[in-house]
């Protein structure tokens, strides 16, 4: 399918401000109730209407579930594991954050993918707080350690030797 940019930018222009979008998969304008809502998008809206979205996800092999086919797509590209492995992972570790064990009800949000960021290779599921804490540690065992005493002195002053 190829797609005429400088098209697609014109038509869109023109109907900015107005109730209806354009769905480049069947050339045609229509209202915006035809069209998912999309954040990332210029006007909120999918690129594709309804009909065309279904049709392209049943094309690709992939649910109709468009949240799951998206979700999909997302570990494929960033990780490079499908769908089936993630929700294998998630069995294992019984639904909790493989830090702290907080389950994804109890953080009120999904279980992030953690992984090595030199390697690649995936490590475990955890909750935003502990993906975010690695993160910011660099993934580097020294700094954690280091957090670990700094820790212990602070909360235990006596026990921790001069």
């Known amino acids: 399918m190829n797609i005429d940019i400088k ?10 401000g107005s109730n209806q979008s354009y769905c480049c998969k069947c050339d045609s304008v229509k209202s915006v ?3 998912c809502k999309n954040k990332t998008t210029y006007n909120g809206l999918s690129t594709y209407c309804k009909p ?6 049943r094309a690709s092999g992939s649910t109709p579930n468009v949240k ?8 494929k590209k960033k990780f490079g594991i499908s769908i089936s492995e993630y929700e ?8 909790r954050c493989a ?3 907080k389950t994804e009800k109890e953080n009120k949000t999904k279980l992030s993918v953690d992984h090595n960021h030199i390697t690649g290779r995936v490590r475990g599921l955890l909750c935003v707080s502990c993906n975010n804490g ?3 540690f660099f993934d580097n065992t020294e700094y954690l350690s280091k957090a670990i005493t700094y820790l212990n002195k602070s909360m235990f002053p006596s ?3 001069k």
């Open 33 to 35: 109730n035809d069209f």
């Open 52 to 57: 065309c979205g279904r049709l392209l996800c």
């Open 99 to 101: 830090i702290c064990g």
């Open 68 to 75: 799951r086919a998206r979700k999909a797509w997302a570990l």
């Open 88 to 95: 294998e992972m998630i069995i294992k570790q019984e639904n």
């Open 134 to 136: 690695l993160g910011r």
């Open 7 to 16: 098209k697609v930018k014109r038509i869109r222009s023109e109907l900015k």
């Open 159 to 161: 026990k921790v030797s």
